[in-house]
C-alpha cells in the first residue's frame, strides 16, 4: 500500500489516549444506519470529549470539535472493570453497502488504523438484514466474537453460518481473528435502508450489558445534521478522494465518478429504488 495512500486518509489523533484498559466501540452507516444511531445516541446523550478527527470539514456540536468520522473519550468508565471507553463514530452518514459505499480500501485502512491502537477489546454495532433470519430464531440481536474476546470474556457467537459481511464489521473480524485481538460484533436485525430506530435501541440495550454502563437506553437520541450544507459537504468528500484513482490497491469497483451521496441513506428505500438496475446487487451480501 503506498504512502500516498496512507497519507490520504491520515488520522488526525494521539493513540497514547488508548490504554491496555481501553474498550473502543465503533460505529457505521451500513444495513439501518444501525452502527452511526446507535454511538450518536451515546454521544448526544452522555458527557463526551472529542480527542481524534478524520475528514476536510468540521463543526462544533455540544462544545465539540467533531468531523465526519469523530474519536470521543467517553467521561464515564466501566462500573465492573473501571476501563475507558473510547468512540469511533460516524457522525454523518458515510454508507457501507448498497450503490455508494466507501471503497473497501477505505475501510481496510481504517480497520488496520484502529486495530494498531492495541485497546484491551473492540465493539463494532452494526445491522443485519432481516430477511436473512432463520424463521426459527426469536432473537433480534447476533453476536460474534473472535476466538480472543471469547477467550477472555466468554461471549460465544450466535452469528448464524453462511452470512457474508462487508466493509469495517469483515475486516475488524478478520484482522481480530487473524493476529488475535479481542474484538466483538453487535449487529442487530434490521430494515435494509431505512433508519431503523427500534433495531438501533436493540443494539443499544445489548452494549449496555457488555459495558455495564447506563447508556440512557429508554429512548434514543438522534443527531440533527440539517445544520450542514449538503453542497459544500459533498464538494469537501469529493477533495478527500480526488486521488483514489492514482492509488494502488484501491477498491476496483469503485467509480469516483459515481461516488456516494452520504446524506441519502437517510432517507429510505425510495431513493435506491430509483437507481433500478444500475443499484448494488444486494443478493451478493446475504
Avoid at 12 to 24: A, F, L, R
Avoid at 90 to 115: C, K, N, Q, T
Avoid at 152 to 174: A, E, H, Q, V, W
Avoid at 181 to 200: E, R
Wanted: hydrophobic share 35%; glycine share 6%.
Amino acid at each position: 500500500m503506498s504512502n500516498k495512500f496512507i497519507f490520504m486518509n491520515q488520522m488526525t489523533v494521539d493513540p497514547s489516549w488508548v490504554t491496555g484498559d481501553t474498550t473502543v466501540l465503533l460505529g457505521f452507516t451500513g444495513y439501518g444506519s444501525v452502527g452511526t444511531l446507535v454511538l450518536n445516541h451515546i454521544i448526544e446523550k452522555m458527557d463526551v470529549t472529542s480527542i481524534g478527527f478524520w475528514g476536510s470539514i468540521s463543526w462544533y456540536h455540544k462544545g465539540n470539535l467533531e468531523t465526519p468520522i469523530t474519536i470521543y473519550k467517553l467521561n464515564q468508565n466501566s462500573k465492573k472493570n473501571s476501563e475507558n471507553i473510547v468512540l469511533v463514530s460516524s457522525r454523518i452518514p458515510i454508507p457501507v453497502v448498497g450503490y455508494d459505499a466507501m471503497p473497501d480500501a477505505f475501510w481496510r485502512w481504517l480497520s488496520h488504523e484502529i486495530l494498531s491502537w492495541k485497546a484491551k477489546r473492540y465493539i463494532i454495532i452494526g445491522g443485519l438484514r432481516e430477511d436473512v433470519r432463520s424463521p426459527t430464531d426469536d432473537s433480534w440481536v447476533a453476536l460474534i466474537p473472535t476466538p480472543k474476546y471469547t477467550e477472555l470474556y466468554g461471549t460465544k457467537r450466535t452469528f448464524r453460518d453462511n452470512l457474508s459481511m462487508k466493509g469495517p464489521i469483515s475486516f475488524l473480524l478478520t484482522e481480530g481473528t487473524a493476529y488475535d485481538y479481542p474484538v466483538l460484533a453487535i449487529l442487530s436485525y434490521c430494515n435494509t435502508f431505512d433508519m431503523d430506530n427500534d433495531a438501533a435501541l436493540m443494539a443499544l440495550k445489548e452494549l449496555e450489558k457488555h459495558l455495564d454502563i447506563d447508556l440512557k437506553s429508554s429512548k434514543l437520541e438522534e443527531f440533527d445534521t440539517s445544520f450542514l450544507e449538503r453542497e459544500e459537504f459533498e464538494k469537501d468528500i469529493e477533495e478527500d478522494f480526488e486521488d483514489y484513482d492514482e492509488v494502488e490497491d484501491y477498491d476496483e469497483d469503485f467509480d469516483i465518478d459515481e461516488r456516494f451521496d452520504p446524506f441519502r441513506s437517510y432517507k429510505g428505500n425510495k431513493d435506491f429504488r430509483r437507481y433500478g438496475e444500475n443499484g448494488d446487487d444486494l443478493e451478493k451480501y446475504k
